[in-house]
């Protein structure tokens, strides 16, 4: 029987007791806690696996990965010789009731993935999977889909593709940028809890705010292409793009705002989230960021961008690191893209 379930009149059901513990071990790998952390945790409180025994940083792997906490029952197929398959596997939807969704399943399989990889890519005794950062396992990559891994002072994509993806991104830049992005956020719905409480049930605005974000989306796309195609200068391009993404921001944070009192869950206030930040574990703001934003995509270096700023002649030292520090900023404005959760 899988852990997290038991069986009631001959169906499993979610057990009320290691059911939730089962999400909470997958919380915790996206939170950034390694297998050995969450295991020694389980062992020093007394939880045994289904067979009685302590738990194991394998077999706590094998929990994580077991598709049935997420509503799907595998098999394996009979072949046409009248053979069981060896290799193969048949998912089919279960008939008992997922702990997670499939999201959550899939973002944990990729971490875990990831850290394997990265064991094999990097030496060892480095300690990178017991690093425990607020935004790790959202931060992915946009080429693959994976979550990145943070190596020291950047975050670094080790899946495996064809000519390899080692797409990186500076862990502190991004990490500023998706805590000002989470905040702000958070700092809307503390300065408007009345107006969330009232039109957090009306499908039909989050509805509209919906439509005109996808809407200010597309016109952003087609002012991209626009640019890129000549059909607008860049002083043109510029301003434009300026205007609809502060626009999509406000959309953004008024549909956040719009959200029903439930999306908050029974243990975080979203009201006190911004004033609470600081004084709060990576774990904590993990969970807390996760509530709005659902995944923040890094893109490769915009083409058109120069890697690096040359210093100019006869430029002054502030002036350089002034028009540095823009030109980072841009380029980190076009390689990033939050995902919110709708």
């Given at each position: ?33 390694s ?28 929990m ?21 398959s060896?290799?193969s ?72 593709t ?8 500076r862990?502190?830049e ?16 503390t300065l ?33 292409d ?36 439930q999306?908050?869950?029974?243990s ?19 969970q ?22 040359p ?18 900023a ?13």
């Amino acid at each position: 029987m899988p852990f997290g379930y038991r069986a009631e009149s001959g169906v499993l059901v979610i057990d009320p007791v290691t059911g939730p513990m089962v999400a909470e071990a997958m919380q915790r790998v996206l939170a950034g806690e390694s297998l050995y952390q969450i295991r020694k945790d389980w062992n020093e409180r007394g939880v045994l696996t289904t067979h009685g025994c302590a738990w194991s940083d394998r077999t706590l792997k094998l929990m994580l990965r077991n598709s049935s906490t997420k509503g799907v029952r595998e098999y394996r197929p009979i072949l046409p010789d009248g053979t069981r398959s060896k290799t193969s596997l048949m998912q089919v939807e279960a008939a008992w009731p997922a702990i997670v969704d499939e999201d959550t399943w899939q973002q944990v399989s990729d971490v875990l993935d990831a850290r394997k990889k990265a064991r094999n890519f990097h030496q060892p005794g480095t300690g990178a999977a017991k690093r425990m950062y607020p935004f790790s396992g959202l931060i992915r990559c946009s080429a693959c889909g994976t979550a990145m891994l943070h190596r020291g002072p950047v975050y670094q994509c080790v899946q495996a593709t064809r000519g390899g993806c080692h797409r990186s991104i500076r862990s502190a830049e991004v990490s500023k940028l998706v805590e000002e992005a989470v905040l702000a956020t958070f700092e809307q719905i503390t300065l408007n809890p009345t107006k969330r409480r009232a039109t957090g049930g009306d499908l039909t605005a989050r509805v509209g705010l919906a439509a005109t974000l996808d809407v200010d989306r597309e016109r952003l796309a087609q002012l991209d292409d626009d640019h890129y195609d000549g059909l607008i200068d860049k002083a043109m391009w510029v301003r434009q793009r300026a205007r609809i993404a502060e626009r999509i921001e406000a959309t953004r944070r008024e549909y956040a705002a719009a959200l029903p009192e439930q999306h908050a869950g029974p243990s975080i206030d979203m009201t006190t989230v911004a004033a609470e930040w600081d004084g709060r574990t990576p774990m904590w703001q993990y969970q807390a960021t996760s509530l709005i934003l659902q995944a923040v995509l890094v893109h490769a270096h915009p083409a058109d961008m120069m890697t690096a700023v040359p210093k100019r002649r006869n430029e002054t030292t502030e002036a350089f690191q002034a028009r540095r520090d823009a030109h980072r900023a841009s380029v980190l404005a076009r390689r990033i893209e939050f995902i919110w959760r709708a």
